[in-house]
């Protein structure tokens, strides 16, 4: 969901968006970056620092985490000749996904992979699984790092797999061509070390 761009907003609205542990709400707790709100492009307009000056006003069309999934992205390699390798979230030897929940034109709650592996077989990339309607034909995700700066960013393009009640991947035995990174490093999304990034991207399909 998101909150209104004008008109009333109150406490009790924020908290339905953000969460909190208690009925107990104040402002500081969603600082920006903070437990409960992402350092995402939506939520520039509140603190970073959860001593700093907060208002009710700094969170119209501020977007909780529910919107978002997350996870550590890490990097597997099997070694010898002809090594597999995969670069991503959620796949066989990588992190697994910390926030599950994305938004595309529907509500996922179930999201657990994003990851590109390369072997002998040949190279692929998938992201899944979303919910039922879904339908990432002609959709742009964009990775976030948790300092709020846009890292990764490609667009499926219209053939793609819809991803409805499913996966939506690429790669060998795909009829769908590699979709280059429009931000990141320079390539497509089926290379494994193009997913190395060591840390936490913030994933947004909306």
Do not use: C
């Amino acid at each position: 969901m998101v909150l209104p761009s004008s008109g009333t907003l109150d406490f009790n609205s924020i908290r339905a968006e953000f969460g909190s542990p208690s009925s107990n709400v104040y402002l500081s707790l969603y600082y920006r970056g903070g437990p409960y709100t992402y350092n995402v492009p939506a939520n520039a307009n509140i603190t970073t620092n959860n001593t700093g000056s907060i208002a009710v006003s700094n969170f119209y069309s501020a977007r909780g985490k529910t919107d978002y999934a997350s996870g550590v992205f890490g990097y597997y390699t099997s070694g010898g000749k002809i090594p597999e390798t995969r670069g991503g979230v959620g796949g066989p030897n990588l992190p697994s996904m910390g926030d599950t929940s994305i938004r595309t034109n529907v509500l996922s709650t179930g999201f657990t992979t994003n990851y590109a592996q390369q072997s002998i077989a040949g190279a692929t990339y998938v992201m899944g699984p979303f919910a039922g309607g879904n339908n990432n034909q002609s959709r742009t995700f964009r990775y976030y790092g948790t300092n709020g700066a846009l890292s990764r960013q490609f667009t499926w393009p219209s053939n793609a797999q819809t991803g409805s009640g499913g996966n939506t991947s690429v790669g060998a035995g795909s009829t769908t061509s590699p979709t280059a990174f429009t931000v990141g490093p320079s390539g497509t999304v089926i290379s494994s070390s193009a997913w190395n990034i060591g840390g936490t991207l913030i994933i947004r399909g909306f």
